[in-house]
């Protein structure tokens, strides 16, 4: 049962482009920046805004948690279109990444049909996320907002700002 695996013969052609160090840098800082502001919302203004929405009355804390919900699953569509784009341009250059994409490490050119293959999956993948943010963003309150109205035709004193939230 000793068997032994080859690897594939090495490939002298294989173009590579390299990291950019800069926009490695701005990457990580905004990640980490952005990981700190999550952080402090949760720990901060997420007790708060609890707090006030149960101090509402019932209809008006619905209201704002839709539209936050809203915004949450609209914000992806600004992703989507950045995604949608990137596959445009794999597909046109038939190369991956495509000419001038600043890089944050070190990435082999992938190029032809497998780059094309791969720039059309970034599009059905953009169209796929576009496609979940609007019915997450339109939908979900809407069938939020019913589900609770059926909840209070059925008992009305059983609905309350915690039922909501």
């Known amino acids: 049962m000793n068997r032994r695996i080859e690897k594939p013969p090495f490939r002298g052609d294989r173009q590579f482009i390299e990291a950019d160090k800069r926009s490695r840098r701005i990457v990580l800082a905004s990640f980490g920046l952005s990981i700190c502001i999550v952080a402090l919302l949760i720990h ?3 007790p708060w805004a609890t707090n006030y929405l149960l101090q509402l009355e019932p209809q008006k804390s619905l209201r704002i948690l839709q539209i936050v919900i809203s915004v ?3 914000s992806v569509l600004p992703m989507a ?5 990137l596959g445009q341009k794999v597909v046109t250059s038939k190369q991956m990444p495509p000419p001038g994409t600043k890089l944050i490490k070190k990435t082999r ?3 032809g049909r497998q780059a094309v293959l791969r720039g059309k999956v970034l599009i059905v993948v953009a169209l796929l996320l576009a496609v979940l943010s609007l019915v997450g963003g339109t939908w979900f309150p ?3 907002e019913k589900m609770i109205a059926e909840r209070t035709e059925r008992d009305p004193n059983t609905i309350s700002a915690v039922d909501v939230l």
Not at 81 to 85: A, D, I, K, L
């Open 44 to 46: 901060w203004a997420l």
């Open 142 to 144: 809407f069938r939020l």
């Open 72 to 74: 949450i699953f609209l």
């Open 81 to 85: 279109w950045y995604v949608y784009t």
């Open 109 to 111: 050119v992938i190029e």
